[in-house]
């Protein structure tokens, strides 16, 4: 399975990002997937999942301006980000969570730097 993040950017405060996350090895449809971020000096933090069933979850934070989807036929994982604000700056990183013989198993992509300026 790999993951290949892109779509980080440079953007005004207001603005808006849509990050994509391009699969092979699985079909996005029957695995769940997400993304993670990383801010400067913190941990890295859990920003939207949505399930294999469909089920989406958000932080907080993003509720109302963040948007995870998924294209099947284009194995891709989406985050539409809106009304970006400062504190939305880190690295993103997708993931995907699946089921192998040997049990189950967390791929990653490499991450794209999504910075905001005031």
Not at 9 to 18: E, F, M, N, T
Not at 76 to 88: A, F, G, H, K, V
Not at 92 to 98: G, K, L, P, V
Request: net charge positive; glycine share 14%.
């Amino acid at each position: 399975v790999q993951l290949q993040a892109s779509g980080g950017g440079l953007v005004q405060a207001g603005g808006s990002l849509r990050l994509s996350c391009a699969a092979s090895g699985i079909v996005v449809g029957f695995v769940d997937m997400g993304w993670y971020r990383q801010a400067p000096g913190k941990q890295r933090e859990l920003v939207a999942t949505i399930t294999s069933g469909g089920s989406i979850v958000y932080v907080d934070s993003v509720k109302g301006r963040y948007t995870i989807s998924r294209d099947n036929a284009k194995r891709t994982l989406y985050l539409q980000m809106n009304s970006l604000i400062p504190e939305d700056t880190g690295v993103y990183y997708c993931y995907a969570e699946y089921p192998t013989t040997s049990g189950r198993r967390t791929s990653w992509g490499q991450g794209t730097q999504v910075t905001v300026s005031s």
